[in-house]
């Protein structure tokens, strides 16, 4: 299972774009790659989900470089609302037995 | 809208009992996952299973079993309940045969205190 690797916390202010990068050197060729995000006292809802080069919709855009052993959340003009943890998953999502593993997270702080 | 419902939302049980955490969804998933997350420890998988009576181990089985006798329902059990096993336990479902692009959902979570 490919493993990633986000930052442990971020701060940005209301307004502000947020990137957040997550690393996945051992991604497979069948792999997808999914983030999520969760509130407190609450479970991860999806935001997004991309195989190459940029995927985009209502709440965020995903960059993929060629190679993808790397990705980018793009949260553009953040609120106070979007203080949350998000995570990065990575695997094959047409595979019966794909784990789902999650990893730490980031946990994004908006300020006023 | 798909829903995954957990039964219990807030539980308190004894040391030694046996509990019983059920998950239902309703959108003919065949893989449904059984997670618990503690403060600054993310999101730990305990058992998933894609399938009716199959079921597969996560990263911390230990103290664990798990039910899954119809499609719609799985249940984690906690044979023995300990201290260390108070946490917030997520069940979540998926639909991954074939489809690309498809999403993993979640319950509320139910929050499980040992005493």
């Known amino acids: 299972l490919a493993k990633t690797t986000q930052p442990i916390s971020m701060d940005s202010y209301e307004g502000q774009e947020v990137n957040i990068t997550c690393s996945h050197n051992n991604i497979a060729t069948n792999d997808y790659i999914t983030w999520y995000q969760q509130f407190p006292s609450q479970g991860p809802r999806f935001i997004i989900q991309?195989?190459?080069t940029k995927v985009t919709n209502e709440v965020a855009s995903l960059f993929i470089p060629a190679d993808r052993k790397s990705s980018t959340l793009s949260l553009p003009r953040v609120s106070l609302s979007d203080t949350a943890v998000y995570y990065c998953?990575?695997?094959?999502?047409?595979?019966?037995?794909?784990?789902?593993?999650f990893g730490s997270g980031t946990r994004l702080l908006v300020r006023p | 809208d798909v829903k995954v419902t957990q039964s219990s939302r807030y539980l308190v049980k004894r040391t030694g009992e046996k509990v019983f955490l059920e998950c239902v969804q309703d959108?003919?998933?065949?893989?449904m996952f059984w997670y618990r997350q503690d403060p600054g420890l993310g999101l730990r998988l305990i058992y998933f299973?894609?399938?009716?009576?199959?079921?597969e181990k996560g990263d911390i089985p230990e103290g664990y079993s798990v039910s899954r006798e119809k499609k719609e329902r799985f249940s984690l059990i906690l044979e023995s309940a300990s201290t260390n096993q108070t946490s917030m336990y997520l069940c979540?479902?998926?639909?991954?045969?074939?489809?690309?692009?498809?999403?993993?959902?979640f319950g509320e979570g139910s929050w499980l205190t040992v005493v």
């Open positions: 979540a479902s998926t639909s991954p045969r074939g489809r690309a692009g498809n999403t993993i959902y």
């Open positions: 998953l990575v695997g094959d999502v047409r595979d019966s037995s794909y784990k789902l593993i």
């Open positions: 299973s894609y399938d009716v009576k199959m079921k």
């Open positions: 991309g195989y190459k």
């Open positions: 959108m003919d998933h065949e893989n």
